[in-house]
């Protein structure tokens, strides 16, 4: 694992987002730790209006929400170093997600954490095979902590006991299966050092000092610190080496509107990878070689970014990258892995990603994407065929699940727009009742592959459109940069252009569109209402800034290092404005807004704080619209719990029933869930 510290600007925009579908997507590949991710969340109303509906098939029987929002069976399967257990999450009898362990070849699977109530998500096995770290916070305040426990379970040790501290990982490696370096704020809240981490003892010793501007460390296979990033006053980033006197030196540099990500160290530890746009429109993979400073391309899309990077266990070498086009689309970049992904297509034609190999190389894990289909995980010995394990949630199978389209469509100013369409099983009739699904972020972008929100709501009567508006990564940095300054603007009209493509394929009624977003895509509910009151009938909001100027100035403070390069996207030129952040903060346009509000929001969310959802609310109400809100005491940037994601889309659902004639499920009442109807 060569984990790296992400503290700025796509840990605030990529994240402007909540929890991740377990159900749905797996986890990132093999041996990378990241925070976790979350979808939307809303509250309660008034009764639906009854919907006249065909006698439920089984093609198109209500899918209970329980199963598409509740706790997975089974996710994030992984394999031991040593090949000889499995561990995945799974609920244990207080259905809470903790991570299991089985002995391969045996029906001893047993949970080894213990959580009483927060789900155990981010984890890794120690790499001597006896232990799992795993990285939980409090109530969603995202600051994580690492805990160890034996694989008896019952042992459970806090290693970075530090309230109000935020640990993340920066190496851990094959070679040291002892020794962790990870990042801390502990000495100031708005920089992370580095500190070597003894597993066994807990003892920490400081390691790195930040000199006040990095927001990335990387090391190498001996854990030595030598490269960072760090973000320059214009919004851009500069690349250091550090040398052998021990000074820092600038390697490379780049503006504003370009990036460069370190992936590692190559196998020699004088290459280092890096996926960078720099001289590029799309981010390639590249080796910079320390010594020389020349650059090879390994590999490259003219079009699309480089999404994720397939390493050998043991060496860090690259053997493979994807492609996020329509669907994931895999390179080898090591010929001795052509026949293992020859025989991983013979699954299907969903995407494939390895989400673990044992250090010998001999067994993977593999997570089977579908878009229509839970996920399925796989046990996959080399040269042999893969062998399933289980599926996410085995009770989606009596079900019938729409189906994901990849779509294009003009944007007004002639943009090319990339989205998903799924549309009710059976044909409902059209045009229909249709929904704007709108991804957080906003520099992340809707992919392939099965979404448990997608489902609820195509199964409920919806087409649901997803769109990778400008500003959306994944697409090449002219797109991405085609968002700079535009939230709120074009970012927004590209939605609207969605919602009248809808209607132009005879897809939509004009008059029952509703738009729903977390994060980021809360905001982009709220201007869509705002700024454009007469397309949307309804929205829903968890979690969505309603006001530049207070998002700005109350960012968490291990944000400030990369505060230049969050205002050059938001503001662009004039970043700091207030009177253009105001023009293009919702909370300023409450009034304008007359479509029915639903708004929910975690207390302890550290990214988009409480006061954004209430201070939107009382606007709304004192205008004479109408708002629902629900907030969520034990809950931060988006919903982890399941009695909490299930009270909000119970709630949600005949909300949108009321506005936009939906199915419903009847509704009952959720034991155990904080939301607080007000």
Request: no cysteine; proline share 7%; glycine share 8%.
């Given at each position: 694992m060569?984990?790296?510290?992400r503290?700025?600007?796509?840990a605030l925009?990529s994240?402007l987002i909540?929890?991740?579908?377990?159900v749905?997507s797996?986890?990132t590949?093999?041996a990378?730790?990241?925070p976790a991710?979350?979808?939307p969340?809303?509250r309660p109303?008034a009764p639906?209006r009854?919907?006249?509906?065909?006698?439920?098939?089984?093609?198109?029987?209500l899918?209970?929400r329980?199963?598409?929002f509740g706790?997975p069976?089974?996710?994030r399967?992984?394999i031991?170093p040593?090949?000889?257990r499995?561990?995945y999450l799974?609920?244990?009898?207080?259905d809470?997600?903790?991570v299991?362990?089985r002995?391969i070849g045996?029906n001893d699977?047993?949970?080894?954490?213990?959580d009483?109530?927060?789900?155990?998500?981010?984890y890794?096995w120690t790499?001597?095979?006896?232990k799992?770290?795993?990285f939980q916070d409090?109530?969603?305040?995202e600051?994580d902590?690492l805990?160890?426990v034996?694989?008896?379970?019952?042992?459970?040790?806090?290693l970075t006991?530090?309230?109000g501290?935020?640990?993340e990982?920066?190496?851990?490696?094959?070679?040291s299966p002892?020794?962790?370096l990870?990042a801390?704020?502990?000495?100031?809240?708005e920089l992370?050092?580095v500190?070597?981490?003894?597993?066994?003892t807990g003892?920490t010793?400081?390691?790195?000092l930040?000199?006040?501007d990095v927001?990335?460390?990387?090391?190498d296979?001996q854990l030595?610190v030598?490269?960072s990033t760090?973000t320059?006053?214009?919004?851009?980033?500069e690349l250091?080496?550090l040398?052998?006197?021990g000074?820092?030196?600038t390697?490379m540099?780049?503006?504003p509107?370009?990036?460069?990500?370190?992936?590692?160290?190559a196998?020699?530890?004088?290459?280092l990878?890096?996926?960078?746009?720099?001289?590029a429109n799309?981010?390639?993979l590249?080796?910079?070689?320390?010594?020389?400073?020349n650059q090879a391309?390994l590999?490259?899309?003219a079009?699309y970014?480089?999404?994720?990077t397939?390493?050998?266990?043991?060496t860090g070498?690259?053997?493979a990258?994807g492609f996020d086009r329509e669907?994931?689309?895999?390179?080898t970049?090591?010929?001795?892995?052509?026949?293992?992904?020859?025989?991983l297509?013979?699954?299907?034609?969903?995407?494939?990603r390895i989400?673990s190999?044992d250090?010998?190389?001999?067994v993977?894990t593999?997570?089977?994407?579908s878009d229509?289909?839970?996920?399925?995980f796989y046990?996959?010995?080399?040269g042999?065929?893969?062998?399933?394990?289980?599926?996410a949630?085995?009770?989606?199978d009596?079900?019938?699940?729409a189906?994901?389209?990849p779509?294009?469509?003009?944007s007004?100013?002639?943009?090319?727009l990339?989205g998903y369409l799924s549309?009710?099983v059976?044909?409902?009739a059209?045009?229909?009742?249709?929904m704007?699904?709108?991804?957080g972020g906003?520099q992340?972008?809707d992919?392939w592959?099965f979404?448990?929100?997608?489902?609820w709501?195509?199964n409920?009567?919806?087409?649901?459109?997803?769109v990778n508006?400008?500003?959306?990564?994944?697409y090449g940095?002219?797109f991405?940069?085609?968002?700079n300054?535009?939230w709120g603007?074009?970012?927004n009209?590209?939605?609207?252009?969605?919602a009248?493509?809808m209607v132009?394929q005879?897809?939509?009624d004009p008059?029952?569109v509703?738009?729903?977003g977390?994060?980021?895509?809360g905001?982009?509910t709220?201007a869509?209402l705002?700024?454009?009151p007469?397309?949307?009938?309804?929205g829903v909001?968890?979690?969505?800034p309603?006001?530049?100027i207070?998002?700005?100035g109350?960012?968490?403070?291990y944000?400030?290092v990369l505060?230049?390069?969050l205002?050059?996207?938001?503001?662009g030129?004039?970043?700091g404005?207030?009177?253009?952040l105001?023009?293009?903060?919702?909370?300023f346009?409450?009034?304008?807004i007359?479509?029915p509000l639903f708004?929910?929001?975690?207390?302890?969310?550290?990214?988009?704080?409480?006061?954004?959802?209430?201070?939107m609310?009382?606007a709304v109400?004192?205008?004479?619209r109408t708002v629902q809100?629900?907030?969520?005491?034990d809950?931060?940037?988006?919903?982890?719990?399941?009695e909490?994601?299930l009270q909000?889309y119970?709630?949600?659902?005949p909300?949108?029933?009321?506005?936009?004639?939906g199915?419903?499920?009847p509704?009952?009442?959720?034991?155990?869930s904080s939301?607080q109807v007000?």
């Open positions: 060569g984990a790296r510290v503290v700025g600007l796509m925009l994240v909540g929890i991740p579908a377990l749905g797996p986890s590949t093999s990378q730790v990241r991710p979350v979808r969340t809303p109303v639906p009854p919907v006249a509906t065909a006698a439920p098939t089984q093609s198109n029987a899918i209970p329980a199963i598409l706790n069976r089974y996710a399967l992984r031991s040593d090949g000889a499995i561990a799974r609920p244990d009898d207080n809470v997600l903790q299991w362990v002995t045996q699977d047993h949970p080894v954490t213990a009483p109530r927060r789900p155990v998500v981010n890794l790499f001597d095979s006896q799992i770290l795993y409090s109530d969603g305040d600051n902590h805990y160890a034996g694989l008896g379970g019952g042992d459970t040790r806090d006991p530090l309230r501290v935020k640990v990982p920066v190496a851990y490696y094959p070679q002892q020794t962790m990870i801390t704020n502990q000495r100031d809240p992370f050092d500190y070597r981490l003894d597993l066994a003892e010793v400081l390691d790195t930040n000199p006040g927001d990335d460390w990387t090391a296979r030595r030598r490269v760090a320059t006053d214009d919004g851009g980033g250091r080496m040398d052998d006197s000074v820092w030196q390697f540099t780049w503006g509107d370009d990036n460069l990500d370190v992936t590692g160290f196998p020699d530890d004088n290459l990878y890096v996926e960078s746009n720099v001289g799309a981010a390639q590249l080796t910079l070689n320390l010594t020389t400073q391309v590999a490259a899309d079009q970014d480089i999404e994720e397939l390493e050998h266990p043991v070498q690259i053997q990258v669907k994931l689309e895999w390179q970049l090591d010929p001795a892995l052509d026949a293992d992904f020859s025989a297509a013979q699954l299907g034609n969903g995407d494939v989400t190999r250090l010998a190389d001999r993977w593999i997570a089977y994407i229509s289909a839970p996920t399925r046990l996959y010995r080399r042999s065929a893969p062998t399933l394990i289980f599926s949630q085995p009770e989606l009596n079900y019938t699940m189906s994901m389209r779509i294009t469509y003009q007004r100013d002639g943009l090319t990339h549309t009710p059976g044909g409902a059209q045009p229909g009742p249709a704007l699904l709108v991804h906003p992340v972008r992919e592959g979404d448990p929100e997608v489902q709501l195509a409920r009567g919806y087409a649901v459109l997803q508006y400008r500003g959306s990564s994944g940095k002219d991405l940069n085609a968002g300054g535009e603007a074009r970012m009209d590209d939605l609207v252009d969605g009248i493509w132009r005879g897809i939509a008059a029952k509703g738009i729903m977390a994060s980021y895509g905001y982009a709220l869509a705002a700024f454009t007469n397309v949307f009938t309804v909001d968890l979690s969505g309603s006001s530049l207070t998002l700005l109350s960012i968490p403070p944000w400030e505060r230049s390069s205002e050059h996207r938001i503001g030129s004039v970043a404005d207030s009177d253009f105001q023009s293009r903060s919702p909370l346009f409450a009034d304008r007359r479509s708004i929910a929001q975690g207390a302890n969310d550290p990214r988009v704080k409480q006061a954004e959802a209430e201070q609310v009382t109400r004192s205008a004479g809100y629900v907030l969520y005491p809950e931060g940037h988006g919903l982890d719990l399941p909490n994601r909000f119970g709630l949600v659902e909300f949108l029933a009321q506005y936009l004639g199915r419903v499920e509704a009952t009442a959720i034991a155990g939301g007000r």
